[in-house]
């Protein structure tokens, strides 16, 4: 089994269960993220006030990427955040914007109804539905990486449970800071430990309960070797994430500015 330890700091919520800095993650060369720059989260349609002050007041918030679907957003309402002017959130939605659908239930949105990942029958739904968001929406994977990279103080990237959506995009983001691929499994497979608070969390809204209410929910959890294998085909088939990267508008400069902005010694 792998290590699913990570040096991530837990952010205690009165709103959220699987909210955490990335901070302190070993990058390959010796090197740290720096903490207070890239958070993670589930949804923050809970926050109390006293939320909004630990992130904005504390920790310096000043920008949200949204990933949740405009079903999610529709079907949710605006969050507390929608109304502190001092937070730019962006929504960029990983999926096709077909007027429905959330990724908790992984099986009935592979492949999309038009063949998504029938180049690739041996891979896990999951590792599928990573590649898809890639491949579908690389548009909102870039545009999160640059708001990483301008943003004056901290931004937190979520979706609903704060795993799937959120997962790959941070990997992405640690991955072009150079961080230890050991590492970046670790922190997607870090949220195992929250995954029956998420659940119980998500069961409770009309959005998500139908997908998730029946389940155990274990089966929700970060998947062994997802994250892995995703990193792995981005090597064999675009030459890395670098690479990946640059054919889709995000050059070497770009990529340079966010690892300045997320290594401790950047």
Partial sequence: ???????????????????????????????????????????????????????????????????????????????????????????????????????????????????????????????????????????????????????DGATLVHCAAGKDRTGVVVAIALSVAGADRDAIVADYLATAENIEAIVARLAASPTYTREISADDPHVHAPREGAMERVLELLDRDHGGVPDWLESHGFGPDEQAALRRRLRSDG
């Avoid at 709103?15 to 949804?43: E, F, H, M, Q, Y």
């Avoid at 959330?102 to 990573?130: F, K």
């Fill in 1 to 151: 089994m792998a290590d699913t330890t990570s040096p991530t700091t837990a952010i205690d919520l009165d709103g959220t269960v699987n909210t955490r800095d990335v901070g302190g993650i070993p990058l390959s060369d010796g090197a740290a993220v720096r903490p207070g720059v890239l958070l993670r989260s589930d949804n923050l349609q809970d926050l109390s006030a006293r939320d909004i002050a630990t992130l904005v007041d504390g920790m310096g918030l000043r920008a949200v990427i949204d990933l949740r679907t405009e079903y999610e957003l529709v079907s949710e309402g605006p969050g507390p955040l929608e109304a502190d002017t001092r937070v730019r959130i962006e929504h960029r939605s990983l999926y096709p914007e077909t007027g429905g659908g959330t990724d908790l239930d992984l099986a009935t949105i592979v492949p999309w109804g038009d063949g998504q990942g029938a180049d690739l029958p041996d891979e896990t739904p999951t590792v599928r539905a990573y590649l898809g968001y890639l491949k579908r929406r690389p548009d909102s994977v870039v545009g999160a990486l640059r708001t990483i990279s301008e943003s």
